[in-house]
């Protein structure tokens, strides 16, 4: 069986066929940094870390890309409240975003472009739409006409009559603003790809005078300027499907005449004890409160293993309730896995040879079925419970029983087996016991290592992109991941 995706736009389940035989390339929509994450961005960048690590056990190249959306409103007003900057509110928020998802063991991404580093490409974007007759400027402003886009509503499956509220872009408050937009538009269902200046904001140069891009256009540039014009897998939240997600679409095929992506993969939504989280419900966490035990449900530290865990028990497309008994729960749950993952087996075990990486073939078959119907992280997971139980049975008999080696439930080798089975499918699921996996070997070749690492980032730098896939590729092939952070340094790490 191969892997199938739920679509978004297509309704149902279908088989991932990736553009290039041996390589996926995938992007989500990142945070916009103005505030610390919270327990849905925690959820949905799981989810794509889990599918990132499953493809790569498959055997992919998986290049993936997640944005930051670095210039917005609610950044402006955060600067503004604090007396700061737009950029320094950005960059305090895109490291708090790295320490908070560091610690639930996601993986960095090969890339995180801001979109302050892409507004060339973004009004290039925008002048392509205007000379094929998609968009048109008005006043310094620059609007997309979504009535010549014949498909629009193809993804949210809406007639055009439902789609007004929010059309432009993240819904506010009412702004007096609004009105003298909305006059400008030569269809109320337009939607804005450049905002004209406003006094006291940043702003950059255009051929429509000095503004900002709008939220739509973004990433539409950035995925085009990073993967190309088609991509196998976009992700994000169930609550960007629209307009987000509807109007990259519709930007991007106007221009291009292709699909922008094969699969739209939606993760479902997060409520705390039943309820939307919100700020005015008093209910919004963030990931760093309910980590080190300022949640007042459960006022204690959490593992950050345990959150992994309770996230990945329901199904990444329906909604996940955070309550203070299901953490509690997930808390003994990881306990179990955590007891079997770093179990110290048995002196007389030292006779079974252990650099052999043998699986347990029917576990590992179980895990392969259930993670290729749409992730299924909830019927993999109880394969891993399904070994952890029978790790502990064995260690436990052997430690407290006088019994021949005939009479246990396991061999040695049977118990090396199991354990080395479940290490491996945990970690594609992220699940590690922090500061007790295996440290990198000694002789790794640090200089060589650096060597093509500083030969790809002068390839970025001289934008010799082909090149510095091969170096990406090699170093991959030598179990290095490289992660471009978006100050234009970049990092490796085994």
Request: glycine residues 6%; aromatic residues 8%.
């Amino acid at each position: 069986m191969s892997l199938t995706l739920y679509n978004t736009l297509a309704r149902k389940k279908s088989p991932l066929v990736p553009i290039q035989e041996d390589q996926v390339s995938m992007y989500c929509c990142g945070v916009t940094v103005y505030d610390d994450c919270h327990l849905g961005h925690a959820r949905s960048y799981m989810i794509w870390d889990v599918l990132r690590r499953y493809l790569q056990w498959q055997g992919y190249r998986v290049r993936y890309v997640q944005n930051f959306t670095d210039i917005d409103d609610k950044i402006l007003n955060r600067a503004r409240s604090e007396g700061s900057t737009m950029q320094a509110v950005s960059d305090r928020y895109i490291d708090a975003y790295f320490r908070d998802i560091r610690r639930l063991n996601i993986v960095d991404a090969d890339e995180y472009p801001r979109v302050t580093a892409h507004i060339p490409a973004i009004r290039d974007f925008i002048q392509a739409l205007i000379d094929k007759d998609y968009a048109y400027a008005v006043e310094g402003d620059v609007y997309y006409s979504v009535r010549q886009f014949a498909d629009y509503g193809q993804l949210s499956k809406r007639e055009l009559t439902q789609m007004q509220a929010g059309a432009g872009g993240r819904v506010a408050a009412p702004d007096p603003a609004q009105k003298k937009e909305n006059q400008k538009k030569r269809d109320p269902f337009d939607f804005a790809l450049w905002k004209a200046a406003k006094p006291g904001e940043p702003a950059w140069e255009s051929p429509w005078g000095e503004g900002r891009p709008g939220w739509h256009i973004e990433c539409s540039a950035m995925i085009r300027t990073r993967l190309g014009e088609t991509i196998d897998i976009h992700g994000g939240g169930g609550d960007l499907v629209f307009p987000h997600h509807e109007n990259e679409i519709a930007q991007s095929e106007a221009l291009s005449g292709q699909p922008l992506a094969r699969h739209w993969l939606h993760n479902g939504m997060v409520t705390v004890g039943g309820e939307k989280m919100s700020k005015s419900l008093g209910n919004f966490t963030t990931i760093q409160a309910l980590l080190e035990g300022h949640w007042p449900p459960y006022p204690q530290p959490v593992n950050p293993m345990a959150v992994r865990l309770f996230v990945l028990q329901a199904h990444y497309r329906k909604p996940l309730d955070f309550t203070a008994r299901a953490i509690a729960a997930a808390e003994k749950g990881w306990q179990t896995l955590r007891t079997a993952l770093i179990a110290k087996l048995p002196a007389a075990f030292n006779a079974v040879d252990q650099s052999a990486d043998q699986l347990d073939a029917e576990s590992v078959e179980r895990f392969q079925t259930a993670m290729d119907d749409d992730l299924n992280t909830a019927a993999a997971l109880a394969v891993l419970f399904e070994l952890a139980k029978s790790i502990q049975r064995a260690v436990n008999l052997r430690q407290h029983q006088a019994q021949k080696p005939a009479d246990h439930p396991l061999s040695d080798q049977q118990l090396h087996t199991a354990q080395q089975t479940l290490v491996q499918l945990a970690d594609v699921l992220g699940l590690e016991a922090p500061g007790e996996t295996t440290s990198p070997p000694a002789d790794l070749d640090i200089a060589w290592v650096e060597n093509l690492v500083n030969q790809r980032q002068t390839a970025r730098q001289e934008k010799r992109y082909a090149e510095s896939d091969r170096l990406r590729a090699e170093l991959q092939t030598a179990g290095i991941t490289v992660v471009d952070l978006p100050n234009g340094q970049t990092e490796w790490h085994r």
